[in-house]
């Protein structure tokens, strides 16, 4: 969570794990997996894809990860803004 705390809202200027924005972190053999939301299912998507994008970074930067793979859960654009993010 150390590195995810390193993320900050870019609308807010918290730091995600701060205003509880993280639902779940898998680590399975230098495969991480994060799941969050947004404070809103209604939030600028530029949002999204902004903490996503942090998210990975922050995460890769670590020794050992292999694998990131960062899921945006309830927000109307989840599913296009995930696609998006796997790709990154």
Same mark, same amino acid.
């Given at each position: 969570?150390?590195?995810?705390?390193?993320?900050?809202? !870019?609308? $807010?200027?918290? =730091? $995600?794990?701060?205003?509880? /924005?993280?639902?779940? *972190? #898998?680590?399975? @053999?230098? @495969?991480?997996?994060?799941?969050? +939301? /947004? %404070?809103?299912?209604?939030? !600028? !998507?530029?949002?999204? /894809? %902004?903490?996503?994008?942090?998210?990975? &970074?922050?995460?890769? =930067?670590?020794?050992? *990860? &292999?694998? *990131? #793979?960062?899921?945006?859960? @309830? +927000?109307?654009?989840?599913?296009?803004? @995930?696609?998006? *993010?796997?790709?990154?």
């Amino acid at each position: 969570m150390e590195k995810l705390s390193e993320v900050i809202d !870019p609308e $807010i200027g918290i =730091s $995600i794990v701060e205003m509880g /924005l993280i639902d779940e *972190v #898998k680590i399975e @053999n230098g @495969n991480i997996e994060v799941v969050f +939301h /947004l %404070t809103a299912p209604f939030c !600028p !998507p530029v949002f999204a /894809l %902004t903490i996503a994008r942090d998210i990975k &970074q922050k995460i890769k =930067s670590m020794e050992g *990860v &292999q694998n *990131v #793979k960062v899921t945006l859960r @309830n +927000h109307m654009m989840a599913d296009m803004i @995930n696609k998006y *993010v796997e790709e990154m």
